[in-house]
């Protein structure tokens, strides 16, 4: 489809940008997506080739960032995810083929529920690199990156996973590559 949604502010939405179902080639760059009711930047069912990049997701009332599903590539950097009630990435199930490089995610998990930097609830061929990942108080995202259900194949290099408030990485499978996360 050949999208490109950039230079917006979207403030006090239900949710902030919606990317549609079957969406393919979109580009959402430099956009602002704050205290909408749910998330800053939704991702509806098998979208593909997309490229999220200086894009300002806060205070929203549930993920910064969050892929229901996703059936190709995407290319998530340079943004900047904080103080959202869940993680500052979701990407709910069946995700792959995902670069997500020198994003600044701070703070999320302001609500009652466990929540993370970023949460991978099932995918493979993840690479997570060049992130800077903490909390400035006592409370806020539990992990820097988190996978659970099917998820297998991540790479996590790079990173700054100091300051969260239980640990830095969390993976289940046992085709993953942690290294040089500080």
């Known amino acids: 489809s050949d999208e490109v949604i950039s230079g917006n502010s979207i403030y006090g939405c239900s949710q902030g940008i919606v990317i549609a179902d079957k969406s393919v080639n979109v580009s959402v760059t430099n956009n602002?997506?704050?205290?909408?009711?749910?998330?800053?930047?939704?991702?509806?069912?098998?979208?593909?080739?997309?490229?999220?990049?200086?894009?300002i997701s806060s205070n929203n009332g549930s993920?910064?960032?969050?892929?229901?599903?996703?059936?190709?590539t995407a290319i998530l950097n340079n943004?900047?995810?904080?103080?959202?009630?869940?993680?500052?990435?979701?990407?709910?199930?069946?995700?792959?083929?995902?670069?997500?490089?020198?994003?600044?995610?701070?703070?999320?998990?302001?609500?009652?529920?466990?929540?993370?930097?970023?949460?991978?609830?099932?995918?493979?061929?993840?690479?997570?690199?060049?992130n800077r990942f903490y909390n400035t108080g006592t409370a806020g995202q539990d992990y820097a990156v988190r996978s659970f259900n099917n998820s297998d194949y991540i790479t996590v290099i790079g990173n700054n996973t100091r300051g969260n408030s239980v640990g830095t990485i969390s993976l289940v499978g046992s085709n993953n590559l942690i290294a040089s996360n500080i």
């Open 63 to 72: 993920a910064g960032i969050l892929f229901k599903e996703l059936s190709g």
């Open 79 to 130: 943004n900047l995810l904080y103080s959202n009630v869940s993680s500052g990435m979701s990407f709910a199930s069946a995700s792959s083929n995902l670069v997500i490089s020198g994003n600044m995610i701070h703070n999320n998990d302001t609500g009652a529920a466990a929540a993370n930097g970023i949460d991978i609830g099932g995918g493979t061929d993840i690479v997570i690199t060049g």
């Open 32 to 55: 602002v997506c704050s205290n909408n009711y749910i998330n800053g930047i939704l991702v509806q069912g098998t979208s593909s080739n997309l490229l999220f990049s200086g894009n």
